[in-house]
């Protein structure tokens, strides 16, 4: 018998998780697409299952080499640094209208207590243990690197040479996971997706199998302390994986209503620490592992990675500005299937807005709210209609590229059955029908709005709000077109 996770089924609750950020940048358009991807979902399942039962977590990862050196660089205290630094991004995520619940600092008190109190369970089940780490460390990945990942001695996605440490460490025994992990993997084709990603990471298991690593830093004051020795800092990952035990209310009531989380949404860089690391962890801390881990792809800028160092990065903010909200999360969604590779063009932005959000939605809502003014004294019928799609599957699957795709494409027909039916004609010889027609596209038309909520919250909102309880008010522009 076929087996699958029991995603979104459990509890009638739902926690959705972003990575959470390191804050040596400011965010750009991938870090946002991460954040507006789960706040759309949240936002799904907040109407679904009310707002109580719905759990949505993101934050900063701070204790990392990078902060030291990003603070260093600023001319800053490590913690002043961490302080401006971790409020200016929940600031552009409140800017973004984002819609969390937690927004998590590693350097919280509840963090620190959680990832010192699994470690411990983790040492008292014999799963940790002192060894020497000698070998190569990229600040970048905040990760171990071996020669044979390097290019011509560098790490390829940092470009940079990593930093030869000889340490003495304490160790966590993944090795002895690695059937366990393979198993799970196989049992439960739901745990990573999409598909391709499960694939990569099974292969990895297979090929180059899972060995030991190191959990403490030595050299590194900043971080949190080790139960069992204070003189080492926890490995960044192993404490910033365990955000999402902490933001769940571990060590208090709330942990077994929320944990396991539903859904880890991460970009496909990190699925070694959520789909290898994680889980080994988890089991050895005695505790249950997420339903599912979704990896999303990477965007280009016009074709180019985008990178710091190629000063190419896109300021979403800047975006929201001109565009708005609703139009940043249309196009991030729309346009790049979730789990692919994308591209991202401020001329593409520009044509997608003014085709899908100017043309087709916005001109829709000001002229039926116009006509009806006009022909019906602001007033409309409200009649049952029959949704033409269905979009609670793929909303589920994350296949948010094909809920929009969709909704619009019945958007295209309501401009199309008001081409067809003329009611500037149609008015002079049948009243009655014009009515008739503008009130079921209305009624349509509100429909989709309701759909487009978690997708397009502030237009879904303006919609509602022109036409309500069979009344229409003028529209005004919903989006005003760009050149
Ligand atoms: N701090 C770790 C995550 C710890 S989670 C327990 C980290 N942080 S990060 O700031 O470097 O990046 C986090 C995420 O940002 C990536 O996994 C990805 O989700 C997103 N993106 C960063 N650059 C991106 C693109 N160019 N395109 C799409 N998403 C990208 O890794």
Same mark, same amino acid.
């Given at each position: 018998?076929? !087996? ?46 009310? !707002? ?11 204790? /990392? ?8 660089? $600023? ?67 905040? $990760? ?12 390829? #996605?940092?470009?940079?040479?990593? =930093? ?123 505790? =249950? ?36 909200? #609703? ?27 003014? /085709? ?9 809502? /000001? ?25 609670? #599957? #793929? ?40 009515? =008739? ?6 009624? =349509? ?14 237009? /879904? !909102? ?22």
């Amino acid at each position: 018998m076929k !087996k699958t996770t029991k995603v979104n089924q459990r509890k009638n609750k739902f926690y959705v998780t972003t990575p959470i950020y390191y804050i040596n940048d400011v965010p750009h358009i991938g870090h946002a697409y991460s954040t507006i991807a789960a706040d759309t979902l949240a936002r799904y399942y907040r109407r679904k299952l009310g !707002k109580d039962n719905v759990l949505f977590v993101t934050g900063t990862d701070e204790n /990392s080499q990078k902060t030291i050196n990003a603070a260093e660089l $600023a001319g800053q205290g490590t913690e002043e640094y961490t302080e401006l630094t971790a409020e200016k991004w929940q600031n552009i995520f409140n800017t973004l209208d984002i819609t969390y619940n937690r927004f998590i600092r590693t350097t919280e008190d509840d963090h620190k207590k959680t990832v010192q109190d699994i470690l411990q369970k983790v040492y008292d089940n014999g799963d940790i243990y002192k060894g020497v780490y000698e070998g190569l460390y990229c600040v970048g990945h905040e $990760a171990f690197m071996k020669e044979e990942d390097l290019v011509d001695g560098l790490c390829p #996605d940092h470009k940079k040479a990593p =930093e030869h440490i000889k340490e003495e460490n304490w160790f966590f025994k993944l090795s002895k996971y690695q059937e366990r992990l393979k198993h799970y993997i196989l049992d439960n084709p739901d745990f990573i997706q999409p598909q391709s990603r499960r694939n990569e990471v099974l292969s990895f298991i297979e090929t180059k199998g899972l060995e030991d690593f190191s959990i403490s830093r030595e050299t590194q004051e900043w971080g949190i302390r080790l139960p069992f020795d204070d003189s080492q800092v926890a490995y960044v990952w192993f404490d910033a994986l365990l955000n999402y035990v902490t933001a769940a209310g571990y060590g208090t009531d709330k942990f077994s209503k929320w944990w396991p989380a539903d859904l880890h949404i991460v970009g496909k860089d990190i699925i070694k620490f959520h789909c290898i690391y994680w889980p080994a962890m988890l089991w050895s801390a005695g505790l =249950e592992l997420p339903h599912q881990v979704f990896a999303h792809g990477f965007f280009t800028n016009n074709g180019e990675k985008i990178s710091k160092s190629l000063g190419n990065a896109i300021d979403p903010i800047a975006l929201v500005q001109k565009y708005g909200n #609703d139009a940043l999360r249309y196009y991030l969604l729309r346009e790049i299937t979730f789990g692919s590779d994308g591209d991202f063009s401020l001329q593409r932005f520009n044509e997608v807005y003014n /085709s899908d959000l100017a043309n087709n939605l916005g001109n829709l809502v /000001s002229r039926l709210a116009t006509m009806l003014i006009k022909y019906n004294n602001a007033q409309y019928n409200e009649v049952k209609v029959k949704p033409r799609y269905s979009y609670e #599957d #793929d909303i589920v699957k994350l296949k948010f590229h094909s809920c929009l795709a969709e909704l619009f494409s019945w958007l295209d027909s309501l401009n199309g059955a008001i081409e067809e039916n003329k009611p500037w004609e149609l008015f002079k010889t049948d009243p009655q029908k014009t009515v =008739e027609v503008l009130s079921g596209i209305a009624c =349509e038309l509100l429909l989709i709005a309701q759909y487009l909520e978690p997708f397009l919250p502030e237009a /879904s !909102k303006k919609i509602q709000a022109v036409f309500s309880n069979g009344t229409v008010v003028n529209a005004g522009v919903l989006f005003p077109k760009f050149e």
